[in-house]
Structures are given as C-alpha cells and as structure tokens.
C-alpha cells in the first residue's frame, strides 16, 4: 500500500554512508517493537491476546521488509482483535497516544484504509485524528479513489482546520501525483476539483502546509503547465506566504526555463549580467568525491534584477547519449552594476534514483533560464 522509501524519507533521519554498522530501516517494526504495540494496545483493552499477537505479527520476522512488517502488524492486531470495526476502531484511538513513533504510528490510518472503506465518516473522522501521530496522506487516498466528490468535500472542510497536520493532509493526500502511491488519475486529469482546497491555503501561516501546497501544484505542473501559471497570476502575490509557495510551486517549469513561470516570480526578463568566471572543477573525478562549481556574474544593468541562477549536468547513459538535470543554486535580487559570487560543491555518487556512467559529463549555467556559461568534467570509474 505504501512505499518503503517514501515513509523512510518523511520520518527517519537519512543514515550517514559511513553508518555501515547501523540498523536496516526494517528494524522499527523489531520484535522489541511488537512487545511495545502489544503492551499499549493491552493497556486500552485488557483481554487483548497479547502472547497470540507477538505470535502472528513475529512469524519469520527477519524476512520479512519494513512494509512486510507494517502490514502484518495490521493484520495481526485485526486477527487477535476480532471485533466490529467500530469497536476495533475505538480502540486504536486510544492506542495512538501510547506509541512511542511516528513512523509506526502509520499502521493506524493504513488499518482503516484496509478495513474501513465502507464505513466512511466514521474511517474519515479516524483518519483525520490519526494524522496528528502519523501522516494518513497515504491512506485517504483510497477513499478518494472510491469517491473522489464526497471525500474532496470533506477535506476542503479539513484545509479550515485549526490543526497544521489536518490542513496538511487535505493537501498532501489529493495531490494527484504523490510520490511512491498511486496516481489520483481523476485529479490528474480534472486539476480544478481540488482547486478549492489550494485556495484555502494559498497563504497558509504553516510552512509544513505551504510545503504541501506547493508540491501538490508542482505536481498538476507535470501535465497542466498553463492552468498552474494562470492560477498562481491571479494570487496574492504580495503576500510572502503565497510568494513562497508559488516559488516552489514553479520550480520544474522554472529548472525548464518556461519564461512565463519566470516572470511570476520576478524574473522574466533577460538577465543583463556578465559571466566573469565560471570554474567546474577538478577537471576529473571519480564516485565519491565532490564537484565544485564557481562562479562570478557581474550586473551591466543600472536597475536591479531578480535572477534565477540554476546549473545543468549533462549526465552520461549506459549508451554514451546524455540526459540533462537542473539544479537549483540561488535566486536573488542583483543590485545595478553589483557583482556577485556563487559556488557549490556536490557530491557525485550513486544513488538509488541515478546510476552513473564513465565519460565527459557538460555543465551548463544558467540564469533566468538561458545558458550563460559552460563546463565539464570526466567521470572516472575504475
């Protein structure tokens, strides 16, 4: 139902590369896990089966992967509960409280989207109470893929909720390209229908909402470029809070150099700047060591400019072809005839999204989406 990464991402700290020693994410579903699980949930309900839970919910743990587990602790405490889903329900909110994670706290909002669907105000006021201990993003997903009206509904009331982590979930939980769960191919297709939930919090006092909110519009951005465009140009955005999200929101079209997501930021117009240096360097590498970048724009301009100063990496295929990506590196009001310096370093190493491949890798500037300045370096791999 939910991605391992995903939920590694949002609520564990990354583990250092030279953490080799350090515990597989798995292990937050450990046997010493399940104890505490079943002595809270013994602690709201007393006839719990507590020896009959470790049992099931324990059964060939160590092959079983970190999602494996979430799942079978579900599974198990429905087993061993066996009672109505209101009553089981009941319980589970009382339990909430007593867990000692956020992360495993996420078994809670997946037990009602596995066995609430048909009971749905009362799985929705559950989900809306168990987001507060762990996310339901993920979960009322489900609720909207069955009934996307009535469920939408519902959260437009949740985007007026005095709680940061409801507001929130109205947003995260409708964006219709969530990463690692499945696409809301209505909301994919119709942006409009949660259109309304956006605009109540187009101006959130939350950055933890405005993060959503920005990312739910990133996400239309993919396959409604001008709708996102159009609605983020009649925003207010004179007020810093929807400033911020129409920034972030416009970022895959701004790293595209689309000049009229530039301009709802400030930076449509051709930057008038001289490149005085831009160093890539060191001129070879090999995985695992850094890249710097450094450079020096100087304004011949006798007005400020808003720029965008992003920097492209032609990486290298198995088949020797390329394939660009844009990262960001700083945006910025440049005084009239100012000079400015920029560097970054970045580690060039293996990740689970990109493979890298032995070759003359290009490294493009680019300010306010044209490329200024170029470079490169040569990738060794022994």
Known sequence: MYSERRLAFEWIRPMSSTQENAPALKEIFNQQRLEHIADAMRAVYPAFDRQRFLQLAGHNLAELSLMQRLARVNESLHQVLDLDYPTSLDLLRKLAPRLNSRFVCIFLPHYVASYGLHDFERSMAALK?????????????HFLRQDCARTLALMLDWASDPDEHVRRLASEGSRPR??????????????????????RLKSDPSLYVRKSVANHLNDISKDHPQWVMQRLEG??????HSAW?????????????????????????????????????????????RLDLSLSLASTSHRDQRLVVDYAIDYVKASGATASK???????????????????????RELTTRR???????????????????????????
């Open 129 to 141: 109470y168990f987001t507060g201990f762990g996310s339901s993003e993920f979960a009322v997903r």
């Open 356 to 382: 890298h491949y032995p070759g003359r890798h290009g490294v493009q500037l680019l300010v306010n989406g044209e490329p200024l300045a170029s470079g490169h370096f040569e990738l060794v791999i022994p």
């Open 178 to 199: 969530l990463p690692w769960s499945f696409r809301l191919e209505q909301l994919q297709a119709d942006p409009q229908l949660a259109a309304p939930i956006l605009e």
């Open 326 to 348: 844009v990262f960001k590196l700083k945006t910025f009001t440049l005084p009239a005839l100012a000079q400015v310096d920029l560097g970054r370093s970045q580690p060039i």
């Open 235 to 240: 925003w207010p955005l004179d007020h810093p």
């Open 245 to 289: 999200i129409a920034r972030h929101a416009l970022r895959s079209l701004i790293k595209q150099g689309q000049r009229r997501a530039l301009a709802i930021i400030g930076a449509g117009a051709r930057a008038e700047v001289e490149v005085r240096r831009f160093q890539v360097t060191p001129g070879q590498l090999r995985l695992g060591e």
